[in-house]
């Protein structure tokens, strides 16, 4: 199969998406459903599109071409349909809250922060006098450049990028054009992106992306899920369950127990998640200050540097090449994929309990579970999580492995994929959201439950025989063996078998009221407490209404 393209013209309007393919129209980010009404936005002016395709068989031969040119050619505007990662497709209105900070849009905004910020820093170093300090009115008016940056201004700064063929030199123009309107900016306008290295930008940029999209989104997120599984061990922590190891009846414990399991260990990550510091470097080309110290040989430039990176809210780095050297990132990367992993068990766990009946699930009028079988309910929403949790740690863990990598004092491998962050994100993001809803739609089958449990009373087994072992009665273990391994076990046999032992007679009152129903141990009160648990662990109350 052969493809021509040609005459390639990308239009004006461009707006914030997750994967760097995918360059956008101006879109409100408040309205996903505008997407199907607009104009075109990526389109082939004047092109020829030829798609050719060739058959062969022993009996016959055919070739079928199509040609779209002129009056015929198809204009493929980039929406839902054409996008080619469904997380700017079909999935952007569950994800779209990372655009802001994560998309290219993103990534120039701050940059222009960055930049901006490094000015006004100069402007309060007393031996850069080149640099006086701004009046209030000149401050103002630069906070402005940051506080009102628009979808307008990216979109003026890659026109300008097109010409430059360089992204963070055309932040730097840009911001000399919009400084030229005002007398005492214009006069320092060669101290815009002073001493810098693009990576100088572009590391604090990244980290402020990566730390806002956490903040805002992320974590927020993970909260309401932990939230949410924390009420269902608490609002089931009495319901019994019959409990499987190695997929064969166990000793019971409580549906809410099972559920805090998975509460509190989510909390545990997070909370790693949360301690990792987003570092920033600011050293120049090679990380050694050295056009700094030409310039200005008695300015303490390292300082100047941790100074400038800690008030932007970031931890600073100061043995570094020209980049940053990713390792935060990293373990980012890998805390969040461990969050992920204990979610995908999560899902796994809630799929089989479905899959046993322990749950039913909330239907909703319209909706179809199979395109042949109208009886069907399937858990797809958390085969949505596990699936989208996959593909976001390959993407995370190819983030973690590439990053810290990097040839010498530097090499570009890390630019493009640095471009990807959001990539990873978006995927979690969206399987947060995905279990969440499959956990609201749960409601559980008390019915089911009881009858598994009505048919196990073999797991009496396990405290029979270590209440034998208490009293001194010889082979506990063997006895119960013999009784139960390969048998069927009814109320009646168990019972029959505990009259039958030498024990005090409060002891045997005691197992003679057991059912595998009571037989729980301590699960109510973990469940029951999980949110005091999950607290601790953040050490804040997350948990406001999980009461």
């Known amino acids: 199969m052969e493809t021509r393209v040609s005459s390639g013209v990308l239009t004006k309007n461009q707006a914030p998406f997750l994967n760097?393919?995918?360059?956008?129209?101006?879109?409100?980010?408040?309205?996903?459903y505008s997407l199907y009404n607009t104009k075109q936005t990526h389109q082939f002016s004047n092109a020829s599109f030829q798609l050719s395709t060739a058959f062969s068989s022993r009996n016959h031969g055919c070739r079928q071409v199509i040609n779209m040119s002129g009056d015929n050619y198809r204009e493929f505007e980039l929406s839902n349909l054409t996008a080619l990662s469904p997380l700017d497709g079909r999935y952007w209105g569950k994800v779209k809250d990372l655009a802001p900070y994560m998309s290219e849009y993103g990534l120039i905004y701050f940059r222009v922060l960055v930049e901006i910020k490094w000015l006004l820093k100069l402007s309060q170093i007393p031996e850069v006098l080149e640099v006086p300090s701004f009046s209030a009115e000149a401050q103002s008016y630069l906070q402005g450049l940051i506080d009102g940056f628009s979808m307008d201004d990216a979109l003026e700064v890659k026109r300008i990028e097109r010409v430059t063929n360089h992204d963070v030199k055309a932040v730097e123009y840009f911001l000399k054009q919009k400084g030229q309107s005002h007398p005492e900016i214009a006069k320092v306008l060669e101290f815009l992106h002073f001493a810098c290295t693009s990576e100088d930008i572009n590391n604090l940029a990244h980290a402020l992306m990566l730390k806002e999209a956490m903040t805002k989104v992320m974590f927020p997120t993970m909260d309401k899920l932990i939230e949410a599984i924390c009420k269902m061990a608490k609002a089931n922590a009495s319901i019994s369950m019959l409990s499987r190891t190695h997929g064969q009846p166990a000793s019971p414990s409580t549906l809410g127990k099972e559920m805090a399991i998975f509460a509190v260990r989510l909390s545990r990550e997070r909370q790693e998640i949360s301690q990792v510091e987003m570092m920033g470097k600011f050293a120049g080309a090679v990380g050694n200050y050295n056009a700094h110290l030409v310039a200005y040989p008695n300015i303490n430039w390292p300082q100047i540097a941790e100074e400038f990176v800690t008030s932007l809210g970031l931890k600073f780095n100061p043995y570094v090449t020209q980049i940053e050297t990713h390792d935060y990132m990293a373990k980012l990367y890998y805390a969040i994929i461990r969050f992920n992993n204990i979610l995908i068990d999560f899902d796994r766990d809630l799929w089989s309990y479905i899959s046993l009946g322990y749950f039913k699930q909330i239907t909703k009028a319209g909706e179809i579970?199979?395109?042949?079988?109208?009886?069907?309910?399937?858990?797809?929403?958390?085969?949505?999580?596990?699936?989208?949790?996959?593909?976001?740690n390959e993407d995370l863990s190819f983030l973690s492995m590439k990053l810290p990598i990097s040839r010498w004092q530097r090499d570009l491998t890390d630019s493009t994929v640095l471009r990807t962050m959001g990539v990873g994100l978006g995927h979690s993001l969206l399987a947060y959201k995905s279990a969440l809803q499959g956990v609201g739609k749960l409601q559980v089958n008390e019915a089911r439950l009881i009858e598994d449990l009505n048919q196990a009373w073999e797991v009496l087994a396990e405290p029979i025989q270590t209440v034998m072992r208490r009293f001194g009665v010889p082979e506990p273990y063997e006895k119960l063996k013999e009784l139960t391994r390969g048998?069927?076990?009814t109320k009646e046999s168990i019972r029959e078998f505990i009259e039958g032992l030498e024990l005090p007679k409060e002891a045997k009152t005691h197992l003679l009221k057991l059912t595998p129903h009571s037989y729980v141990g301590a699960a109510i009160e973990l469940a029951r407490t999980v949110d005091s648990t999950v607290n601790v662990i953040n050490e804040t109350k997350v948990l406001e209404t999980c009461s």
């Not at 760097?20 to 408040?30: D, M, N, T, V």
């Open 487 to 489: 048998r069927a076990v």
């Open 20 to 32: 760097p393919l995918q360059p956008r129209k101006l879109q409100s980010l408040r309205n996903i």
């Open 369 to 392: 579970g199979s395109s042949t079988m109208p009886h069907k309910v399937n858990p797809i929403d958390f085969e949505n999580s596990e699936g989208n949790l996959g593909k976001a």
